[in-house]
């Protein structure tokens, strides 16, 4: 019985072992694969239904791997036209569109992922909540941290990851 005991305890043990080799743990993601994201390009559309230029356009996130957190880079182009050809484009099959015309705002704040949420703080200062479900990504930007006065309205995001 005690072998059987002993023979148990090593097979557990050696499980954990290979369990912690499979997925490296990343100081910013619990509850999720990271690998769902890591090295994948999102892209897609955003709109806060007011009708200005600057509340809908155009959006791509880059994810990646740096030591043990898990980063991300961000473009946007304002503008019905950048909205209308990114809703379009990721409901078609194939690779990501171009972002020839897109800011780049740079990496991210505060990137967290927990479960499927993903949050995290853009340069100009977007607070952004998106929820990941079999490659899309879709939730709010909250824009009211931005130094722009006229940005105020909540913009739903919904985006494609390549």
Same mark, same amino acid.
């Given at each position: ?49 007011? &009708?200005? /230029?600057?509340?809908? =356009?155009?959006? @791509?996130?880059?994810?990646? %791997?740096?030591?043990?957190?898990? !980063?991300? #880079? ?19 099959? &194939?690779? /990501?569109?171009?972002? =020839?015309?897109? @800011?780049?705002?740079?990496? %991210?704040?505060?990137?967290?992922? !927990?479960? #499927? ?46």
């Amino acid at each position: 019985m005690r072998g059987l005991w002993i023979a148990t305890a090593f097979l557990v043990g050696m499980a954990a072992v290979n369990a912690d080799a499979a997925e490296p743990m990343l100081r910013n993601v619990a509850g999720f694969d990271p690998g769902l994201l890591a090295g994948k390009t999102c892209q897609g559309s955003f709109d806060t239904g007011a &009708g200005r /230029p600057e509340s809908e =356009g155009a959006l @791509q996130l880059r994810f990646a %791997v740096d030591g043990a957190m898990l !980063t991300a #880079n961000v473009w946007r182009r304002f503008g019905s036209n950048a909205q209308n050809k990114a809703a379009y484009a990721i409901i078609q099959p &194939g690779p /990501p569109f171009g972002v =020839g015309g897109f @800011q780049n705002l740079g990496p %991210v704040r505060d990137l967290t992922v !927990t479960n #499927n949420i993903i949050q995290y703080v853009d340069g100009p200062g977007d607070r952004v909540v998106l929820y990941y479900d079999a490659g899309w990504l879709w939730g709010q930007s909250d824009p009211r941290g931005e130094h722009n006065p006229y940005m105020t309205l909540m913009a739903n995001v919904r985006m494609r990851c390549y």
